[in-house]
T-cell receptor, first 112, second 115 residues
Framework: RKEVEQDPGPFNVPEGATVAFNCTYSNSASQSFFWYRQDCRKEPKLLMSVYSSGNEDGRFTAQLNRASQYISLLIRDSKLSDSATYLCVVNAYSSNTGKLIFGQGTTLQVKP | DADVTQTPRNRITKTGKRIMLECSQTKGHDRMYWYRQDPGLGLRLIYYSFDVKDINKGEISDGYSVSRQAQAKFSLSLESAIPNQTALYFC??????????????FGDGTRLSIL
């Protein structure tokens, strides 16, 4: 089983749609969770951290379910500019080494 | 100016050549990382460093070496490049002062092709 698993997609949605991505992780001791965005051939950029109580940043909402070991990202009112690959990221070990494990990413295409 | 700068941005070279990729940062972060990204495989950690002279192997360190001579610089070397090292390479940094599991910040990447 991969340490971080994501549905690679692609998810093709019209502008204005709501879309959700899920990610599962295998290490129950993981403490830190993030969503990154990566545009084609560009560097990954931090989109948002994921907190235990769930958190929202504008049109983006992240949720964490520790019992089931999954993380979700909800994008409301999709824009063309949201087209990108979204990486689910989890810290590697509970010993706080700073190492992160990256999922392979979920590709989103927002169509006019 | 970018906080994490990688040079070169693109490089094409031949099998057997020694190559060095440079990373420098102005963020003042202690921790630095080198990853490679291949289609369908995601980001894989090559080496990481938590401080000057501190070097740790990642999951795919074979065929690579690194040097951390200064806090702001972390270089990656391919001693004798081979075609399956063709990939997109990223340097990243994180700040341990604000907690152990902080997000990482990436450079623009180096696209390396080994012929």
């Amino acid at each position: 089983r991969k340490e971080v698993e994501q549905d690679p997609g692609p998810f093709n949605v019209p502008e204005g749609a709501t879309v959700a991505f899920n990610c599962t992780y295998s290490n129950s001791a993981s403490q830190s969770f993030f969503w990154y965005r990566q545009d084609c051939r560009k560097e990954p950029k931090l989109l948002m951290s994921v907190y235990s109580s769930g958190n929202e940043d504008g049109r983006f909402t992240a949720q964490l379910n520790r019992a089931s070991q999954y993380i979700s990202l909800l994008i409301r009112d999709s824009k063309l500019s949201d087209s990108a690959t979204y990486l689910c990221v989890v810290n590697a070990y509970s010993s706080n080494t700073g190492k992160l494990i990256f999922g392979q990413g979920t590709t989103l295409q927002v169509k006019p | 100016d970018a906080d994490v700068t990688q040079t070169p941005r693109n490089r094409i070279t031949k099998t057997g050549k020694r190559i060095m990729l440079e990373c420098s940062q102005t963020k003042g972060h202690d921790r630095m990382y080198w990853y490679r990204q291949d289609p369908g495989l995601g980001l894989r950690l090559i080496y990481y460093s938590f401080d000057v002279k501190d070097i740790n192997k990642g999951e795919i360190s074979d065929g690579y070496s690194v040097s951390r001579q200064a806090q702001a610089k972390f270089s990656l070397s391919l001693e004798s490049a081979i075609p399956n090292q063709t990939a997109l390479y990223f340097c990243a940094t994180s700040d341990a002062r604000t907690g152990d599991n902080q997000p990482q910040h990436f450079g623009d990447g180096t696209r390396l092709s080994i012929l």
